[in-house]
């Protein structure tokens, strides 16, 4: 299986703020990446798929970059809605497997 | 619009089987997977297995083969998903997802929750 490490676990920033989650792939999976966005209580929203496609209604200081082995996930300027936990998936081949998480705080 | 509605919250005893249904609208059954994640408390998403709309295929995790069964019923519209032999660490949130081939999972239902207590 390959497995998906993000970092960082937590991440405390304030409104503004420009931040970047990273995700790790154990093996290329080329652009085959996803990144959600989930806020407690709720299922997980798609943000972006193909490692960088906004999906549509997203905002644009939603950003994403990466191929490989190697991804991030950029928000450029903190707003209040974007307080919650991000996950990366690839689906390139079975399992799906997801990222542990990144929580976002506000600091 | 797409949606998924999920049947609601069950509570199991160690041993039973569950049964978690996933409703769908807006789009053409039959054109889409369905996948299924679940969640427990304070854990990654983690993914279980697909069901194909169109002929019924299904993929299974590893780890979750023998115990789960995906079935649809296209003229409902409705993906089914049994979880069997139920056992404390089975206590999560169960999601079904819309697949895009090629660009993850547009559409979620609102997760079912499943208890499972002596």
Redesign the interface.
């Given at each position: 299986d390959i497995q998906m490490t993000q970092s960082p676990s937590t991440l405390s920033a304030s409104i503004g703020d420009r931040v970047t989650i990273t995700c790790r792939a154990s093996q290329s999976i080329s652009t085959s990446l996803a990144w959600y966005q989930q806020k407690p209580g709720k299922a997980p929203n798609l943000l972006i798929a193909k490692a960088s496609s906004l999906q549509g209604g997203v905002p644009s200081r939603f950003s994403g970059s990466g191929s490989g082995t190697e991804f991030t996930l950029t928000i450029s300027s903190l707003q209040p809605d974007d307080f919650a936990t991000y996950y990366c998936q690839h689906y390139v081949s079975y399992p799906f497997t997801f990222g542990q998480g990144t929580k976002l705080e506000i600091k | 619009q797409v949606q998924l509605v999920q049947s609601g919250a069950e509570v199991k005893k160690p041993g039973a089987s569950v049964k978690v249904s996933c409703k769908a609208s807006g789009y053409t059954f039959t054109s889409y997977s369905i996948?299924w994640?679940r969640q427990a408390p304070g854990q990654?998403?983690?993914?279980m297995g697909w069901i194909k709309g169109g002929n019924g295929n299904t993929?299974y995790?590893?780890k979750l083969q023998g115990r789960i069964t995906l079935t649809r019923d296209t003229s409902a519209g409705t993906v089914y998903m049994d979880l069997s032999s139920l056992r404390s660490e089975d206590t999560a949130m169960y999601?079904c997802?819309r697949?895009?081939v090629?660009?993850?999972?547009?559409s979620?239902?609102?997760?079912t929750l499943v208890t499972v207590s002596s």
């Open positions: - | 996948h994640v990654r998403l983690e993914w993929k995790s590893q999601y997802a697949e895009i090629g660009a993850g999972f547009d979620w239902g609102q997760g």
